[in-house]
């Protein structure tokens, strides 16, 4: 059984920064693809930021390129989210999430953590 614990969000001012963990229960990240998923109240939950399981393959959505890096530390069974230059839109519910098939697509990933609030001020 997969499991995904986020950690890290919390409350900042817009331009500030932070780093989302993703703490797996075994070595899920050298053979699930990771991706990272926001949700904002009233709103559908939203693609943010994957990596490929091989590491090949790198998306984002536009817009948090330049600003969001997504990355993994197979050592530690962790992935991460380090997000600078926040927004107040940026406000959401996080997710992390491990599977296979389509990097940007909720539905093709099988496992999901709870979710970390992350809340940005202006």
């Known amino acids: 059984q997969v499991q995904l614990v986020e950690s890290g969000g919390g409350l900042v001012q817009a331009g500030g920064s932070l780093r989302l963990s993703c703490a797996a229960s075994?070595?899920?990240?050298?053979?699930?693809?990771m991706g990272w998923f926001r949700q904002a109240p009233g709103k559908e939950r939203e693609f943010v930021a994957a990596?490929?399981?091989?590491?090949?393959?790198?998306l984002y959505q536009d817009s948090v390129k330049g600003r969001f890096t997504i990355s993994t530390d197979n050592a530690k069974n962790t992935g991460y989210l380090q997000m600078n230059s926040l927004k107040p839109e940026d406000t959401a519910v996080y997710y992390c999430a491990a599977g296979f098939g389509r990097l940007t697509i909720a539905g093709d990933y099988n496992y999901w953590g709870q979710g970390t609030q992350v809340s940005v001020s202006s």
């Open positions: 990596l490929s399981w091989s590491g090949a393959n790198l």
């Open positions: 075994g070595r899920i990240f050298s053979k699930y693809n």
